[in-house]
């Protein structure tokens, strides 16, 4: 059963507007969630993070927001430029130290 | 540069044919672990590694092997490959929550 759901495969948006990306999860003891990106040809790499006690995290163009009520984060790139185009994973970490990852939502940003 | 390498970046090979991707980084992580990504499915966890001589199973072991007998190196074996292991594998490391991965290795077994 996926733990990390992206129900979402592909987001396309116009550049200069907001993007949103939705990650839904079902374990409550996670206690951190990370975004990656990952360009077609390269390994993923890390994006931004939040932990389980927050519910927002902003760095520069992206924010991510935690609803643990509803075991939701979503990140938002606003505004969104043509370089952002690429695979978005979301993950959680259990207590293990394991990350569970989403499918993927693959975003592209149209000039 | 801090960064995860692995090798060969595209391997076709046939049904049975053991064969070895290597993984090593350079930032003294003691995790490690291997996932594989397949369309639809994300990232999936093959095994991973806290420590020098500590490998532990993931969610997708099966069919597959590690080791890790130096902190740098985290090899990735496949003793008899089989076709439903085609897929782009993943080697990372981390010393927190972020993980830093490698670019991949293209896996076809025909």
């Known amino acids: 059963d996926q733990q990390v759901k992206q129900n979402s495969p592909s987001l396309s948006v116009q550049e200069g507007r907001i993007s949103i990306l939705n990650c839904d999860y079902t374990?409550?003891?996670?206690?951190?969630f990370l975004w990656y990106k990952k360009y077609p040809a390269e390994g993923p790499t890390f994006l931004i993070s939040?932990?389980?006690?927050?519910d927002k995290n902003e760095d520069g163009r992206f924010t991510v927001f935690l609803n643990k009520s509803a075991k939701h984060l979503s990140l938002h790139i606003v505004p969104s430029q043509p370089g952002d185009s690429a695979v978005y994973f979301c993950?959680?970490?259990?207590?293990?130290?394991?990350?569970?990852f989403g499918q993927g939502t693959t975003l592209q940003v149209k000039p | 540069e801090a960064q995860v390498t692995q090798n060969p970046r595209y391997l076709i090979t046939v049904t049975g044919k053991k064969l070895t991707v290597t993984c090593s980084q350079n930032?003294?992580?003691?995790?490690m672990s291997w996932y594989r990504q397949d369309p639809g499915l994300g990232l999936r966890q093959i095994y991973y590694s806290m420590n020098v001589e500590v490998t532990d199973k993931g969610d997708v072991p099966e069919g597959y092997k590690v080791s890790r007998k130096e902190k740098r190196n985290f090899p990735l074996i496949l003793e008899s490959p089989s076709p439903n292991q085609t897929s782009l594998y993943f080697c990372a490391s981390a010393s927190s929550a972020e993980q830093y991965f490698g670019p991949g290795t293209r896996l076809t077994v025909t």
């Open positions: 930032m003294n992580h003691e995790y």
């Open positions: 939040i932990s389980s006690i927050k």
């Open positions: 993950a959680a970490k259990d207590n293990t130290g394991k990350l569970i």
């Open positions: 374990n409550s003891m996670f206690d951190y």
